[in-house]
């Protein structure tokens, strides 16, 4: 089993709509969790980190479940420029190496 | 100025030469690190440095070869490469190792092409 995983997509929706990704983890002793954007051709962005009680920032939304082990990203009424891939990131272990998933593709159109 | 620099944006070199990538991090962090994305699969770390030290190693193949003079710069010398190194290299700097809310920031990347 990989230890992160992620659904690749791609998720394609229309602007206003909402829509959510979900991310499993494998390795339950994981301490941190983050969501990251890229964008085509670009570097990966921190978007937020994902704290244990969820949090918002703005139209997005983390909530992380440890007894399933996934956490979750939602974007609410999503806008073309929230078009790109978003990245799952775990630190794991003893020295909390940051383990990347694939990633999902959101294309949003008009 | 952007906070992590990387030379050069592109990289076309044969199996037999030698080059090296260069990372610059103007933000003050103590850990830097190497990552390889390749098309269709997740970042994969090749090294970690903090304070200068290398503190891993991903097994990652000799031909790549990391060099962390200071805090501020980071190499990765290359030689031999086969086709399938053809990938994205993405240098990352974070305040500091060993903290369970490490946040990476990263420089543009070199796109490599290993004919």
Known sequence: RKEVEQDPGPFNVPEGATVAF???????????????????????????????SGNED??????????SQYISLLIRDSKLSDSATYLCVVNTGGSYIPTFGRGTSLIVHP | ETGVTQTPRHLVMGMTNKKSLK????????AMYWYKQSAK????????????????NNSVPSRFSPEC???SHLFLHLHTLQPEDSALY????SPDRGQT???LFFGSGTQLSVL
């Open chain 2, 41 to 56: 699969k997740p970042l994969e770390l090749m090294f970690v440095y903090n304070f200068k030290e290398q503190t891993e």
């Open chain 1, 58 to 67: 703005g139209r997005f939304t983390a909530q992380l479940n440890r007894a």
């Open chain 1, 22 to 52: 979900n991310c499993t983890y494998s390795n339950s002793a994981s301490q941190s969790f983050f969501w990251y954007r890229q964008d085509c051709r670009k570097e990966p962005k921190l978007l937020m980190s994902v704290y244990s």
């Open chain 2, 23 to 30: 990372c610059e991090q103007h933000l003050g962090h103590n």
């Open chain 2, 69 to 71: 003079p200071n805090s």
């Open chain 2, 101 to 103: 809310n490490e946040k």
């Open chain 2, 90 to 93: 993405l240098c990352a700097s």
